[in-house]
C-alpha cells in the first residue's frame, strides 16, 4: 500500500510571495489532515476534510490560508501572502474511518520564509 | 488550549536503559491514545496506541501504560538502541475528531 506522497518537499520563498502544497492520500482513505509543525513542537491540525468536504477548519488563518480537496482525493494547501512565521513543516495525513483508525502521515513539505 | 502535557522535553538513555516518557490528558472523552515516532526530515508514524479499555500494551520493546484515573499514560522502551533516536508524540483523540499532539520528547540513546 502507497503511503501519503507530497510535493515539493522543500519551498524557500520571500515575505509576501505565495506558496501550494499538494498532498495524495492513501487510497480509499476519506478523512485528509493538514498539519503545521513547527520546529521543536507537535503538529498542529490547520484543516480536516471529509472527502470533498471541510469539517473543521478552526485553526486556519484564513486571512492567508486556503485548502481544497476537489474531487475527494488530492488536496492543496495555499498560502498566500506568507509571513516569517509561517516557516514551518506541513504535514498532511490520512485515516480510513472505516479500519483501526490508523493516522498515517506524509513526509511533509519544509517551506522556509525569508 | 493545553489538552496535553507532555515530558520530559528531551531525554538522553544509555544503550540498553529503558526510556520512560510521560504524557498527561484533561478530556476525559478520549478514547485512543497513541504514540508516534518521528525522525527529521520524516513524517510521524505510529508506534503503538491503545484504547482506555486495558492498562497496558506490549509490542516487542515498546510498552505503553495507561492510568485512566489519573488521566495518565506512559511509553516505556525497554534495552533502548541508538537507532531509537527520534522525537516521541504522544497523541489523543475523542471518537473521529482528529489527533491532538503533545509537544514531543528528543530522545539520543548514547553507546
Known amino acids: 500500500e502507497a503511503g501519503v506522497a507530497q510535493s515539493p518537499r522543500y519551498k524557500i520563498i520571500e515575505k509576501r510571495q505565495s506558496v501550494a502544497f499538494w498532498c495524495n492520500p492513501i487510497s480509499g482513505h476519506a478523512t485528509l489532515y493538514w498539519y503545521q509543525q513547527i520546529l521543536g513542537q507537535g503538529p498542529k491540525l490547520l484543516i480536516q476534510f471529509q472527502n470533498n468536504g471541510v469539517v473543521d477548519d478552526s485553526q486556519l488563518p484564513k486571512d492567508r490560508f486556503s485548502a481544497e480537496r476537489l474531487k475527494g482525493v488530492d488536496s492543496t494547501l495555499k498560502i498566500q501572502p506568507a509571513k516569517l512565521e509561517d516557516s514551518a513543516v506541513y504535514l498532511c495525513a490520512s485515516i480510513n474511518t472505516g479500519t483501526s483508525g490508523e493516522q498515517y502521515f506524509g513526509p511533509g513539505t519544509r517551506l522556509t520564509v525569508t | 488550549q493545553q489538552q496535553v502535557k507532555q515530558s520530559p522535553q528531551s531525554l538522553i538513555v544509555q544503550k540498553g536503559g529503558i526510556s520512560i516518557i510521560n504524557c498527561a490528558y484533561e478530556n476525559t472523552a478520549f478514547d485512543y491514545f497513541p504514540w508516534y515516532q518521528q525522525f527529521p526530515g520524516k513524517g510521524p508514524a505510529l508506534l503503538i496506541a491503545?484504547?482506555?479499555?486495558?492498562s497496558e500494551k506490549k509490542e516487542g520493546r515498546f510498552t505503553i501504560s495507561f492510568n485512566k484515573s489519573a488521566k495518565q499514560f506512559s511509553l516505556h522502551i525497554m534495552d533502548s538502541q541508538p537507532g531509537d533516536s527520534a522525537t516521541y508524540f504522544c497523541?489523543?483523540?475523542?471518537?473521529?475528531?482528529?489527533?491532538?499532539f503533545g509537544k514531543g520528547t528528543r530522545l539520543s540513546v548514547i553507546a
Open positions: 491503545i484504547r482506555p479499555d486495558v
Open positions: 497523541a489523543f483523540r475523542s471518537g473521529n475528531t482528529p489527533l491532538v
